[in-house]
């Protein structure tokens, strides 16, 4: 079974300082990779995806990938009370399905 | 704005009663899915289809769930007989080809009594 791990958290941060949620993969020849996120009662909403080595930005969110260590990170910078919620990293490899991570709840404190 | 909708959006049940679900995808994507999530187990996938072809249920307890698509705008899954442990919320998911992430509906909360 293909796994996709994240530190449960809560994680913490005052208002404005950068949030940094992490997640490892287990399957060397994933391909994509995507990160969304769900406020409480409500279904995941995707927020980034990210497909190669490197860094990719969208407003205040970075994507980080290395395939080589098998990580994928989410910075969310000047975070906001509003993007308290919880994050969840989802896989894809050629051929499976998406595989989601169990998330991280982030809190950002006024 | 293209979503992807779900009925009913919530469902409360007694035990031993089927259940069926129903998921609209947003037109022409290709590949839905199904997900269940509890506060145990978070996000777990039940079903994909891709060109309504069943690729994966493998996750999905074969003795009482169905899931089916009879045509491209209608996905169903269905619960028979419903049981306590199946109280969660189902989502429905769908996506245009495996490079792009799947877009979530708003979920069917089924409460089993």
């Known amino acids: 079974q293909k796994e996709v791990e994240q530190n449960s958290g809560p994680l913490s941060v005052p208002e404005g300082a950068i949030a940094s949620l992490n997640c490892t993969y287990s399957?060397?020849?994933?391909?994509?990779f995507f990160w969304y996120r769900q406020y409480s009662g409500k279904s995941p909403e995707l927020i980034m995806s990210?497909?190669?080595?490197g860094d990719k930005e969208d407003g205040r969110f970075t994507a980080q990938l290395n395939k080589a260590s098998q990580y994928v990170s989410l910075l969310i910078r000047d975070s906001q009370p509003s993007d308290s919620a919880t994050y969840l990293c989802?896989?894809?490899?050629?051929?499976?399905?998406?595989?989601f991570g169990p998330g991280t709840r982030l809190s950002v404190l006024p | 704005d293209a979503r992807v909708t779900q009925t009913p959006r919530d469902k409360v049940t007694e035990m031993g009663q089927e259940v069926t679900m129903r998921c609209q995808p947003i037109?022409?994507?290709?590949?839905v899915f199904w997900y269940r999530q509890t506060m145990m187990q978070g996000l777990e996938l039940l079903a994909y289809?891709?060109?309504?072809?069943?690729?994966?249920d493998s996750g999905m307890p074969k003795d009482r769930f169905s899931a089916e698509m009879p045509d491209a705008t209608l996905a169903t899954l269905k619960i028979q007989p419903s049981e306590p442990r199946d109280s969660a919320v189902y989502f429905c998911?769908?996506?245009?080809?495996?490079?792009?992430?799947?877009?979530f509906g708003p979920g069917t909360r089924l409460t089993v009594l």
């Open positions: 998911a769908s996506g245009l080809d495996q490079d792009v992430g799947p877009l």
């Open positions: 990210i497909y190669s080595n």
């Open positions: 037109l022409g994507h290709n590949t």
């Open positions: 289809f891709r060109n309504r072809a069943p690729l994966d």
């Open positions: 399957d060397r020849v994933s391909q994509s």
């Open positions: 989802a896989v894809w490899s050629y051929g499976q399905n998406f595989v």
